[in-house]
């Protein structure tokens, strides 16, 4: 009984999503192009975002990681007298590659 139920509610979600999916259609044969109108419409919007928001969310997100990072280890250095510098170390490097990331990283990507 619940193979029955089960193979008939996957036929009406595919014969639902078959009914609700739209063909996207480009002029005959050309594809290319409708793609490439599409990205040159979008590159511009992209850029801004990812300089205007992605690219300071990772940088903040990466300088509370760091002091965070740099904190606990000095407080493991006041209670077992070492200093570990590794992880505070790659977190800031992480966190200038972050920091100047949109002044290379569009002409690495070739936009």
């Given at each position: 009984m619940k193979k029955k139920r089960l193979l008939a509610t996957m036929?009406?979600?595919l014969l639902v999503g078959s009914m609700l999916a739209v063909p996207a259609?480009?002029?005959p044969g050309?594809?290319?192009t409708a793609i490439e109108a599409t990205w040159k419409d979008a590159a511009g919007q992209i850029k801004t975002i990812v300089n205007s928001?992605?690219?300071p969310a990772i940088a903040l997100i990466l300088a509370i990681l760091f002091f965070v990072k740099l904190s606990t280890s000095y407080m493991d250095y006041r209670k077992?007298?070492?200093f570990d510098?590794?992880?505070p170390a790659i977190l800031f490097?992480?966190?200038i590659l972050a920091l100047?990331?949109?002044l290379y990283l569009w002409t690495v990507i070739g936009m």
């Open positions: 036929f009406a979600v259609l480009a002029a050309d594809v290319a928001v992605v690219s077992h007298g070492q510098f590794s992880a490097v992480g966190l100047t990331a949109p």
